[in-house]
C-alpha cells in the first residue's frame, strides 16, 4: 500500500474520537476547490510511508487510539484497499473511510465484509451530470459514468448497514441554496449531513479559486437552516 501522509493522533477527524489517519495518494475528481493538490495531481512528489512504520505506531499505541482513518485523494482506487482494512482490523481498531463515493462496488464490499465502521461521503453537488462534473472538474462522459455509481453509494449508505454521514462544502461560484435544498432532497433520511464553509486562501487544484472569498457566516447560516429543515441532523463544521 502506497501511504503518503501520516498523523499519529488527530482529535478532528472522527468526532468524538482519538483517531490516527492515513493519505493514500490519486484522485478520479479534480475538484477545483481542493486543497489537496499534491496529493492528488503530484502524488510522486511526495515522501512514503512505510505500512511497517504505520503498523508498529499503531501496535504501541492500542491504548490512546480509537480507530483509524483511512482518506486520500481516494482510498476506494487502490485494489488492496480491503487488505489493508484488514491488517488494522487485526489490531483491534475501528477504521473510518473518506470517500467521494465513485467506487460503489468497493464499498459494498467493505460494509459486507465488516472491515469499516464509518464512512463519511463528500456529496459534490445535486445528483445531476452537469451540476456534478462543474463541481468535481471532470467531463460529461466522465461524469456520466461515475453519477450513477456516486448515487449506488448513497443508497448503500442509506440502507444503514454501517454508519456513515454525508458531507458537503460550500463553494461560491459552484453552490447556490436551492443546489443544498436539492442534494437534502436526495439524501433525505439519512442519518448525518455535514456542511462546511469553502477555505479561503490556501492552494486549490483550480489556481483560480484561490482568489475565492469564502461565504460570509450569514450566507452559511442560510444554507443550514434550509438543509436543517429537510435533514434535522444537518451540523456545521468549522
Same mark, same amino acid.
Given at each position: 500500500?502506497?501511504?503518503?501522509?501520516?498523523?499519529?493522533? /488527530? &482529535? +478532528?477527524?472522527? %468526532?468524538?474520537? *482519538?483517531?490516527?489517519? $492515513?493519505?493514500?495518494?490519486?484522485?478520479?475528481?479534480?475538484?477545483?476547490?481542493?486543497?489537496?493538490?499534491?496529493?492528488?495531481?503530484?502524488?510522486?512528489?511526495?515522501?512514503?510511508?512505510?505500512?511497517?512504520?504505520?503498523?508498529?505506531?499503531?501496535?504501541?499505541?492500542?491504548?490512546?487510539?480509537?480507530?483509524?482513518?483511512?482518506?486520500?485523494?481516494?482510498?476506494?482506487?487502490?485494489?488492496?484497499?480491503?487488505?489493508?482494512?484488514?491488517e488494522i482490523k487485526k489490531l483491534g481498531y475501528l477504521?473510518?473511510?473518506?470517500?467521494?463515493?465513485?467506487?460503489?462496488?468497493?464499498?459494498? /464490499? &467493505? +460494509?459486507?465484509? %465488516?472491515?469499516? *465502521?464509518?464512512?463519511? $461521503?463528500?456529496?459534490?453537488?445535486?445528483?445531476?451530470?452537469?451540476?456534478?462534473?462543474?463541481?468535481?472538474?471532470?467531463?460529461?462522459?466522465?461524469?456520466?459514468?461515475?453519477?450513477?455509481?456516486?448515487?449506488?453509494?448513497?443508497?448503500?449508505?442509506?440502507?444503514?448497514?454501517?454508519?456513515?454521514?454525508?458531507?458537503?462544502?460550500?463553494?461560491?461560484?459552484?453552490?447556490?441554496?436551492?443546489?443544498?435544498?436539492?442534494?437534502?432532497?436526495?439524501?433525505?433520511?439519512?442519518?448525518?449531513?455535514?456542511?462546511?464553509?469553502?477555505?479561503?486562501?490556501?492552494?486549490?487544484?483550480?489556481? /483560480?479559486?484561490?482568489?475565492?472569498?469564502?461565504?460570509?457566516?450569514?450566507?452559511?447560516?442560510?444554507?443550514?437552516?434550509?438543509?436543517?429543515?429537510?435533514?434535522?441532523?444537518?451540523?456545521?463544521?468549522?
Amino acid at each position: 500500500m502506497d501511504v503518503k501522509g501520516f498523523i499519529g493522533i /488527530s &482529535l +478532528v477527524d472522527w %468526532g468524538g474520537k *482519538n483517531s490516527s489517519v $492515513m493519505f493514500l495518494p490519486n484522485c478520479n475528481l479534480r475538484c477545483p476547490f481542493c486543497y489537496n493538490t499534491k496529493l492528488v495531481l503530484h502524488p510522486d512528489q511526495l515522501p512514503a510511508v512505510t505500512f511497517e512504520r504505520i503498523m508498529r505506531y499503531l501496535q504501541k499505541n492500542t491504548r490512546w487510539i480509537d480507530g483509524v482513518v483511512i482518506t486520500g485523494g481516494e482510498p476506494t482506487l487502490h485494489e488492496d484497499l480491503p487488505v489493508l482494512c484488514k491488517e488494522i482490523k487485526k489490531l483491534g481498531y475501528l477504521i473510518k473511510l473518506d470517500t467521494n463515493g465513485t467506487n460503489s462496488s468497493l464499498i459494498r /464490499s &467493505l +460494509v459486507s465484509d %465488516g472491515l469499516i *465502521n464509518y464512512v463519511a $461521503m463528500d456529496v459534490k453537488a445535486p445528483f445531476t451530470e452537469e451540476k456534478y462534473a462543474r463541481a468535481t472538474g471532470v467531463s460529461m462522459g466522465t461524469m456520466a459514468i461515475l453519477l450513477p455509481r456516486i448515487e449506488e453509494s448513497v443508497q448503500i449508505l442509506l440502507e444503514g448497514k454501517v454508519d456513515y454521514e454525508f458531507r458537503t462544502t460550500l463553494v461560491p461560484t459552484i453552490h447556490k441554496t436551492v443546489d443544498i435544498e436539492a442534494i437534502c432532497h436526495k439524501i433525505k433520511n439519512c442519518k448525518k449531513y455535514a456542511l462546511q464553509n469553502f477555505r479561503a486562501n490556501i492552494e486549490t487544484i483550480n489556481p /483560480s479559486f484561490e482568489k475565492l472569498t469564502a461565504f460570509l457566516n450569514e450566507e452559511v447560516n442560510d444554507f443550514f437552516q434550509i438543509a436543517k429543515k429537510l435533514i434535522p441532523n444537518t451540523v456545521l463544521r468549522a
